[in-house]
């Protein structure tokens, strides 16, 4: 099902119709607030033996949302991304994260109600909706818990283009409980049917949980309750992700980071199923992935830090762990000649092979509105596979990156971003030049 032209100029029109006009003693924070960017990012590439390649990419984004204010009164936001590609056979792409509608009301905001494309970010991975959402409020205090409850349906936007994916519905709520500026606990459902199947039936928790200044923990998981495809596929842990930072002494940082999940095409999967098409062990079993790590961060002088980090991946449940290290540092105004340094040297040891990357960067500010930037990285593969007759192949790939960047803020709204690139891959030369150009509205 997808909106015809109408559809669309409605929604712009109720978005600019409906955002309210700023008085003037309620100050910039109380104002609707947006930027518009335009990229443009062309490349062109010479292979091994004399063929020629070039593309450009030309991408728009566009944001505006009016503030998210504890009083009654209408609210509006926007998010649009539009890519078109020229020299290359690819389709251009359209993404609306948000193009919604509200209302609050009930006294200071208690109740909202909104309508239109949504991501619901209390809902992680499942939030994109383009329906409705009513949401209750408790109105907010510095000395006590805040509650947050909502309920929502509608269907499933498309991913890179304008409308929905075909025959799906979700629907489901979420309760949330925040205290202060970080704290948040959040439980959600929701339930994704895709014609009389059931697609996904999803319980998700997200945590973000300060402890003073010392600590930090964030936690999100996803667990499908119900096995995905209408109980095809086996039900369980969707993802977990975890992250917490410390810092034991004033000049120490220790970061540790957990995640392993369940990859699946659950909307393939649904769709093979209610086509009668025949089932593949790897389309239900899907890929497994764990990763674990940490690193620590020091602060030797004032504005120079140097870390030192480990992990194991996993990246199907077959597979042996590989290990990962990466140490580096980055110093800002080095020895007072207004120079930021920064290096990284990161190596992973896997079993059918190696890969080693190297990354320096230099960069200075100019005057009170401009900054350039140099950068040189390179990346070493080394892959070996064994061929049926027992032979071992071997295989280096390597690649050598060198960048320059410039960005400057030409006006108080408006600002500009160059940015180019040469890169010597194994048998391929590309050049690529990134422009942007950023105004924002407020």
Avoid at 35 to 50: D, Q
Avoid at 188 to 216: D, H, I, K, W
Avoid at 227 to 247: D, I
Wanted: aromatic share 10%.
């Amino acid at each position: 099902m997808r909106p015809g032209a109408g559809w669309y100029v409605l929604i712009a029109g109720t978005l600019w119709l409906a955002a309210p006009m700023p008085a003037g003693a309620q100050g910039a924070a109380s104002r609707p607030q947006g930027r518009v960017s335009v990229t443009l990012n062309t490349a062109g590439r010479e292979f091994e033996g004399g063929d020629t390649r070039s593309d450009t990419e030309v991408s728009t984004a566009v944001t505006f949302k009016t503030p998210d204010a504890d009083a009654d009164g209408a609210e509006v936001g926007l998010d649009l991304r539009f890519s078109r590609y020229a020299g290359v056979e690819r389709p251009q792409r359209v993404s609306v994260y948000d193009g919604f509608a509200g209302l609050r009301f009930g006294g200071n905001g208690r109740f909202r109600v909104r309508a239109g494309h949504m991501w619901l970010t209390d809902l992680g991975t499942s939030g994109a909706l383009a329906g409705g959402v009513f949401e209750y409020r408790q109105p907010a205090s510095d000395t006590r818990t805040r509650l947050r409850a909502g309920a929502f349906a509608g269907f499933e936007p498309a991913i890179y283009d304008v409308g929905y994916a075909s025959g799906v519905r979700k629907q489901g709520g979420y309760v949330a409980v925040e205290k202060g500026f970080l704290r948040r606990h959040v439980l959600g459902y929701t339930q994704v049917r895709q014609g009389a199947l059931t697609e996904r039936s999803v319980l998700s928790v997200t945590n973000f949980v300060p402890a003073g200044r010392r600590l930090f923990a964030y936690q999100a998981a996803e667990f499908d309750v119900q096995g995905p495809a209408g109980g095809t596929a086996e039900r369980g842990l969707s993802y977990f992700l975890a992250n917490v930072r410390v810092t034991p002494v004033e000049r120490v940082e220790l970061l540790g980071t957990y995640n392993r999940g369940h990859s699946l095409d659950a909307r393939r999967l649904t769709e093979d199923v209610l086509n009668g098409r025949p089932l593949t062990p790897q389309a239900i079993d899907g890929l497994r992935y764990e990763s674990g790590g940490g690193r620590v961060t020091v602060e030797v002088l004032p504005r120079t830090r140097l870390y030192a980090g480990y992990s194991l991946d996993r990246n199907n449940r077959d597979d042996a762990s590989t290990g990962r290290t990466i140490l580096g540092g980055h110093a800002g105004n080095l020895f007072s000649s207004g120079l930021d340094v920064s290096g990284s040297d990161s190596r992973m040891a896997r079993p059918g092979g190696a890969y080693h990357s190297r990354y320096f960067s230099v960069g200075r500010g100019i005057g009170r509105s401009a900054y350039v930037s140099g950068d040189y990285s390179t990346s070493l593969s080394v892959i070996r596979f064994q061929r049926s007759d027992g032979l071992i192949i071997e295989t280096r790939p390597s690649t050598r990156r060198y960048s320059g960047s410039a960005s400057a803020t030409l006006t108080r709204n408006a600002s500009l971003m160059f940015t180019v690139d040469y890169a010597k891959d194994t048998g391929m030369t590309e050049i690529r030049m990134l422009t942007s150009l950023s105004y924002r509205l407020r």
